[in-house]
C-alpha cells in the first residue's frame, strides 16, 4: 500500500506531465491528468461527461465543480490504497479546498504539493520548439528531444508536428491565466506545510533527481 498522494505544480511546459509519468514508474502509483481524466469521462457518457464535453468541444476550461465532481468520481473508482500523483489538478483555489475534502473524508490527505519553478523565458522555448506525433502523441523538441529521423516519430512511426496555438502569444497568456489561477493554490499548501519547490530549468533529468530525493530521502 502506497502513501504517495502527491499533486504536481508548475506552468504549462514545466515537465510536470513528464515528471508524473516517471514518478508514478519509479512509485508504482496511478499518475492523473486531468486531461485522461476528462477523456475517460467524457467516454463514458452520463450526465457528468456530457456536461464536461460541452466546453472541452469550445476550447473552454471545464467550471471548478464539473472537475470538482470528475475527480470525486476517479477517487471512488480508483484510488484504494494505491496513492497517486496528479497533475495539473487542482488548478484554482476552490478546486485544492475541495480536494482537501474529499480526501479528508477517505482519511487520505496529501502528502506532498511539488512546485517545478521553471522561468517564463524557458518555458516559452521549450514550447515554441515542441513537437507532437499525430499517432501516439509522443512529445520532441527540435534542439532538447530531437527524434532519430527529422519529422517521423521514434515510437511509432507517426507524423511529427507543431500544435497551431504554440506561438508565443498564445503561450504568454496561457502563463498569464496561470500565474493569476495558480498562485493561490500554490499559498494554500504553502500554508499547510506540504508545498515542495523544485527547479525545473535547465535539464530534465537533474529536476527529476530533485524530485526523487523529495520523495524518496
Known amino acids: 500500500m502506497s502513501h504517495h498522494r502527491i499533486v ?21 502509483v496511478p499518475h492523473v ?12 457518457g452520463g450526465l457528468i461527461g456530457s456536461s464536461a464535453k460541452q466546453f472541452i468541444d469550445i476550447g473552454q476550461l471545464v467550471p471548478d465543480e464539473i472537475t470538482i465532481e470528475i475527480v470525486r ?43 517545478l519553478d521553471v522561468t517564463d523565458e524557458e518555458i516559452v522555448e521549450r514550447i515554441l520548439g515542441r513537437l507532437s ?42 502563463m498569464r491565466v496561470y500565474q493569476e489561477q495558480t498562485l493561490g493554490v500554490v499559498e494554500h499548501y504553502e500554508k499547510r506545510g506540504v508545498l515542495k519547490r523544485v527547479d525545473g530549468s535547465g535539464l530534465k533529468d537533474k529536476a527529476f533527481s530533485a524530485i526523487i530525493e523529495l520523495v524518496q530521502p
Open 33 to 44: 491528468s486531468t486531461g485522461q481524466m476528462f477523456r475517460e469521462t467524457v467516454r463514458k
Open 73 to 115: 468520481l476517479w477517487l471512488d473508482e480508483h484510488v484504494g490504497g494505491r496513492g497517486f500523483i496528479f497533475d495539473g489538478f487542482p488548478r484554482t483555489l476552490p478546486q485544492a479546498q475541495a480536494f482537501d475534502r474529499l480526501l479528508a473524508g477517505r482519511g487520505t490527505p496529501i502528502t506532498m504539493a511539488i512546485l
Open 8 to 28: 504536481l505544480l508548475g506552468a504549462p511546459g514545466s515537465g510536470k506531465g513528464t515528471a508524473a509519468e516517471a514518478l508514478s514508474e519509479l512509485l508504482g
Open 133 to 174: 506525433c499525430e499517432t501516439c502523441g509522443a512529445l520532441y523538441h527540435v534542439t532538447r528531444m530531437r527524434p532519430q529521423r527529422e519529422g517521423v516519430c521514434d515510437k511509432c512511426g507517426g507524423k511529427l508536428v507543431r500544435r497551431a496555438d504554440d506561438t508565443e502569444a498564445t503561450i504568454r497568456e496561457r
